[in-house]
């Protein structure tokens, strides 16, 4: 009995050391920026699309988006630098955020979403054009998440 129980442990580590565990968070999910592309200019009060490409591995799960004024001219590391305003203090900046879904599924997807930048902050009041950044992140099925950032210029085509 004694050496069937030990047969038993070294058929089982034996089969598991033969197993090779998949390490999937060593291949993160890839974005590519397809539009709106760095450095381009947005207006407030119309609509623009939104769209990247994202690969993985394993599938995907969502994305994130958060758009903010750089007009103090902070950085946030990977992202490809654009001519800037002068420094300035925001008087009514526009900050947003979006979130949606990606098909579990799939390991090469398009997103495309339409995003429409309000006109103003309220009936009298623009808000301040400029240097904006959105933050981009990528979550796939695995729950491991990456972060890239996208320079913009945001205008009004009226009061600049």
Request: charged share 20%; proline share 4%; aromatic share 12%.
């Amino acid at each position: 009995m004694k050496k069937e129980i030990l047969l038993a442990l070294f058929v089982v580590f034996a089969l598991r050391a033969c197993i090779e565990e998949k390490d999937t968070e060593k291949e993160k999910p890839q974005i590519e920026l397809l539009s709106p592309l760095p450095c381009d200019t947005l207006y407030f009060g119309e609509t623009f699309h939104y769209t990247v490409r994202i690969t993985d591995n394993t599938g995907l799960g969502n994305i994130s988006m958060d758009l903010h004024n750089n007009f103090g001219h902070h950085n946030h590391g990977n992202h490809t630098s654009c001519s800037m305003d002068a420094a300035k203090e925001a008087l009514y900046p526009y900050a947003n955020a979006w979130i949606f879904s990606l098909p579990e599924k799939e390991k090469d997807f398009v997103f495309d979403t339409l995003i429409t930048l309000p006109a103003a902050k309220n009936d009298s009041v623009l808000y301040d054009y400029g240097d904006y950044h959105f933050h981009i992140y990528v979550t796939d099925n695995d729950g491991y998440q990456v972060f890239t950032s996208l320079d913009v210029k945001i205008l009004n085509r009226l009061g600049n």
